[in-house]
């Protein structure tokens, strides 16, 4: 079963607005982290934000924010005031708490997003 | 800033030749995964190193990869025989410790090739 899902292939956002990417997961854990990454056509990855399943607070980092809604197993991706430079593939990741209780450290990624912002 | 470094960062190779792809970690971190992706796909790990010892390499494909860490610090990925299905951008990454909070780092890559 896959365990995070990304159901939009591509998304458009016109420069200096706001754009919402969808990240949907499923665990069974109650202890798990949740990952956006942004990786632009060179390839590297690049971490954004990181939501822990017991966080109160939605993430924010700069111009991204985590909209994590625990219940409904999601943690969509928000980006503010887009820039030209933001177009590139994200991907939403989810690392689980091994069933021993010692996380293992893997990341489990979706099959990304890619956005493109126009001028 | 530290980063973590990979080479080659390009490799074309024949079928049923050897590849080896190194990744060198950022300072003090002690786990090391390497991941491959595929064109169009996300990630997905192959070995994840705690100091030098495998954690997880459930998903290598053991009859033809093999992935060493021998002194904890950098570590070489093997392919021998590549076959065309191989080829994918191979991703390495650091984390500080093996823990869920822990960010992992990613390196440049290495895209291969295999003709």
């Known amino acids: 079963a896959q365990k995070i899902t990304q159901t939009q292939p591509g998304m458009f956002v016109q420069e200096k607005e706001a754009v919402t990417l969808d990240c949907t997961y499923d665990t069974s854990d109650q202890s798990y982290g949740l990952f956006w990454y942004k990786q632009p056509s060179s390839g590297e990855m690049i971490f954004l934000i990181y939501q822990g399943s017991y966080d109160e607070q939605n993430a924010t980092e700069g111009r991204y924010s985590l909209n994590f809604q625990k219940a409904r197993k999601s943690a969509n991706l928000v980006i503010s005031a887009s820039q030209l430079g933001d177009s590139a593939m994200y991907f939403c990741a989810m690392r689980e708490q091994s069933a021993g209780g010692t996380s293992y450290g893997k990341l489990t990624f979706g099959q990304g997003t890619i956005l493109t912002v126009h001028p | 800033e530290a980063e973590v470094a990979q080479s080659p960062r390009y490799k074309i190779t024949e079928k049923s030749q050897a590849v080896a792809f190194w990744c060198d970690p950022i300072s003090g971190h002690a786990t090391l995964y390497w991941y491959r992706q595929i064109l169009g796909q996300g990630p997905e790990l192959l070995v994840q190193?705690?100091?030098?010892?495998?954690?997880?390499d459930s998903q290598l494909p053991k009859d033809r990869f093999s992935a060493e860490r021998l002194k904890g610090v950098d570590s070489t990925l093997k392919i021998q025989p590549a076959e065309l299905g191989d080829s994918a951008m191979y991703l390495c990454?650091?984390?500080?410790?093996?823990?869920?909070?822990?960010?992992?780092?990613f390196g440049p890559g290495t895209r291969l090739t295999v003709l």
């Open positions: 990454a650091s984390s500080l410790r093996l823990v869920s909070y822990n960010e992992q780092f």
């Open positions: 190193f705690q100091d030098e010892s495998v954690v997880d």
